[in-house]
């Protein structure tokens, strides 16, 4: 291809599907868009693998504002295509269990609120316990899918105006039947492996290998290259532009997960507010729940549950929480070797956890049974920054080490580094990227989560 007006996106997850949807929907659009991934299919890390919890305000105040508009947005895109049935979406109640054998003062959502907005969260005491009318409850309130916990605290920390989930993957799945409709192409096996400049000093194209070894290396011209491509980010980064000075400062937060059916969760919870006029939502048939534990003696980490429905709208109940960082679970060369990496250990411990949350409660005394389903096992890595908030950024061309000749070209942009909220900011990142490749303000301010220039620095 000899026009240079294609925008390349490398990496397939659900922050490149997201930027090449809302660009292709972009009022000035006219370029090809590129979706280029190194793995032979998508969705083998976390957008395929994680939670799919959303929050509106769960954010440091460097994300605020696209945590509140991207919430928005998942809402909005579900609302217009029957996304509860298409890929689960629901708004959701979320708990904080408090065991007795919990450091003090500790709750369920501390880690996820670390260094945020805490007291929002802590000031929503007004929830009480939810369900409708005609689903059992335990003794103390709770639904009948939560196992009772002896001498623990159950506090509902937050409703499902300021929370939801999905089926991430469902959503991708999506997202990229959308965007090959509207002509996004789509290159699997395929990784970028530098970039080339054209006799004016501009960079012009980039430069493609086959990562099955089937096709022959291609050169492919282009005006925009946008780094989405999660854990790997720093890695394509370093590829394309070995002499740069700047650091992509992303890590690779490794997570097993398990995903299981349970005898009490046979039917989607129905939303109490639905059908009443002036409630939040109401016309939600289906709410979801989340639990978010502390690090106890049972746990040495801290476990969240997930009670949602899946793409086909069946009750599934998702556990997570169990991390290891770089350090100790090095990441795969490709997205789809995560599954030669899965600790049965690690699956374990999960499957306990998921049990004394949400299994058969015992006799009087004893511990809870196992009568849990195992759907599927997973890990999946995902990207989390050094700095705690998403990388949404330009690279300057002086920043990029390819010599002071090289001044204008193609624009390279990094858009990563979301930790564990990839599946909640991804909309919004898709429409503030879309903004700025189109020339665009972007739709909400980002310029706390632009990377400083390493020349800059140093003035």
């Known amino acids: 291809m000899t026009d240079n007006n294609n925008v390349v996106i490398l990496g397939g997850g659900i922050i490149g599907l997201s930027i090449a949807y809302h660009l292709s929907h972009s009022p000035s659009h006219n370029q090809q868009i590129h979706i280029f991934d190194a793995a032979e299919r998508l969705l083998e890390s976390a957008s395929g ?13 460097q994300a605020a504002a696209l945590g509140d508009f991207s919430f928005e947005l998942h809402r ?21 269990l408090a065991p007795d054998d919990a450091p003090a003062g500790t709750r369920g959502e501390d880690w996820l609120l670390a260094g945020t907005s805490r007291a ?26 939560m196992t009772p916990q002896s001498g623990a605290s159950w506090n509902v920390v937050a409703g499902v105006e300021d929370c939801a989930q999905v089926e ?8 990229l039947s959308e965007i ?6 789509l290159h699997l096996s395929t990784r970028a492996i530098g970039v080339t400049t054209n006799a004016n000093g501009k960079i012009s194209a980039l430069r493609l ?82 639990i978010y534990c502390p690090p106890t003696k049972t746990w040495s980490y801290s476990p969240e549950a997930y009670a949602r429905l899946d793409g086909d709208g069946k009750p599934e109940i998702w556990i997570g929480g169990l991390n290891n960082n770089s350090t100790e679970l090095p990441l795969p060369e490709l997205a789809t070797d995560s599954k030669k990496l899965v600790n049965k250990e690690r699956i374990t411990e999960l499957r306990q956890a998921a049990v004394q949350l949400t299994g058969l409660k015992g006799q009087e005394g004893t511990a809870a049974e196992d009568d849990l389903e195992i759907v599927s096992e997973a890990l999946c890595f995902r990207p989390a920054s050094k700095s705690g908030v998403p990388i949404i950024t330009e690279v300057p061309h002086k920043d990029l080490g390819l010599g002071s000749h090289v001044t204008a070209g193609a624009k390279v942009w990094i858009a990563g580094g979301h ?41």
Not at 49 to 61: I, V
Not at 76 to 96: C, F, I, M, P, T
Not at 428 to 450: F, H, K
């Open 168 to 175: 991430p993957r469902k959503l991708c799945e999506f997202l």
């Open 120 to 145: 929002q969260a802590a000031g929503r005491q007004a929830y009480g316990h939810v369900s409708a009318p005609e689903e059992k409850v335990n003794e103390d309130g709770t639904p009948a899918w």
């Open 419 to 459: 930790g564990p909220w990839g599946i909640s900011l991804s909309l919004g990142t898709g429409v503030v990227m879309s903004d700025m490749i189109s020339g665009r303000e972007p739709t909400v301010d980002i310029s706390a989560l632009r990377m400083q220039s390493p020349i800059a620095s140093k003035l």
């Open 76 to 96: 909005q895109l579900a609302d217009k295509h029957n996304g509860q049935e298409r890929w689960g979406y629901a708004g959701s109640h979320v708990y904080s």
């Open 49 to 61: 693998y994680a939670g799919g919890f959303l929050a509106r305000d769960w954010f440091p105040e």
């Open 180 to 185: 090959q409709r509207r002509g996004v192409q």
């Open 209 to 290: 290998e086959a990562t099955n070894g089937l096709t022959e290396p291609t050169v492919l011209s282009c005006s925009d290259i946008v780094l989405a491509a999660g854990c790997w980010t720093p890695r394509v980064y370093k590829t394309l532009f070995p002499r740069s000075r700047l650091e992509v400062e992303i890590d690779a937060l490794a997570g097993h997960s398990v995903i299981y059916r349970s005898p009490r969760y046979t039917k989607p919870f129905l939303n109490v507010a639905s059908g009443q006029e002036g409630k939040a939502h109401s016309k939600d048939k289906h709410i979801s729940y989340a």
